[in-house]
């Protein structure tokens, strides 16, 4: 048993606080700008980038990184608000496709302006160039190990 | 209105997923090993550190980074555990003390190496010395800028 040294605790401590106030902040941000919590407008604008706007619920889950049923919740309200809709997967009787309604495209654009603004503030606005490439390095390789071993206990399996 | 370039595309994109994975896999480690999510483990941990092991609830809301309507709940769960309890504060009558018990401090005790163990395997054993430096400066930075300006929407003066 290793404890942390002197610097990865300084460290440990500073990102859990960035990460905590970060989340916090957008959360904030888009419930009041578009009534939705941070990760609903993660599934809004991981569909608007695929082809036709559409995905099977599996693999949304992958993408944004949360369980299947943290994702049926998540859809449901969507599909309440009119923003998403479910259809039959027609090649895999149990595959469901979740599809970005117009009205959803429309809501993600109206509130894109102000999200990215937001996140622009809180952090690329802050970082040199060269903390940006830092950043996504090592957020690359802490995504990457959390993936491993194959199996891994990934949110998304469950 | 100015868009991610590429780049901080790329980063924020990794750092959304490094971030959500990272919560996960932390929150199911001390939910299997601990019976407790993160946000507890963190409330006991820093309690620990104080002299005789005890905090107003207002200055331990600031420490953590959360609303003090979150910390009741959690500091409620935790005294039903016996972990922590809570006295009134002698110098000012509303404000509120929490106190580490020594089952909560034994609980913590037991519980560290466990938790150390995961963060060090999620995170300091991939990165470099470099890295870790980096990600501290990185995590300030931003941290810093969602402090302010004076007055700021923090969770703990909610």
Chains 1, 2 share one sequence.
Not at 10 to 30: H, I
């Amino acid at each position: 048993m290793e404890w942390l040294t002197a610097d990865e605790q300084t460290a440990w401590r500073s990102f859990l606080q960035a990460t905590t106030l970060l989340e916090d902040y957008l959360d904030r941000q888009l419930q009041r700008d578009a009534g939705m919590p941070h990760m609903y407008y993660a599934l809004l604008s991981t569909l608007s980038e695929t082809p036709a706007r559409r995905m099977r619920m599996t693999e949304l889950a992958e993408r944004v990184k949360i369980t299947r049923s943290r994702l049926s919740h998540a859809v449901a309200r969507l599909e309440g608000d009119g923003w998403l809709r479910r259809e039959s997967c027609p090649s895999d009787r149990r595959g469901q496709i979740v599809v970005l309604t117009d009205t959803g495209y429309d809501k993600l654009v109206q509130t894109a302006p102000g999200h990215v603004e937001a996140v622009r503030a809180a952090i690329f606005d802050r970082l040199s160039a060269e903390q940006t490439a830092q950043l996504a390095e090592i957020s690359q390789v802490i995504a990457d190990g959390l993936h491993q071993p194959a199996g891994a206990d990934v949110p998304w399996l469950r």
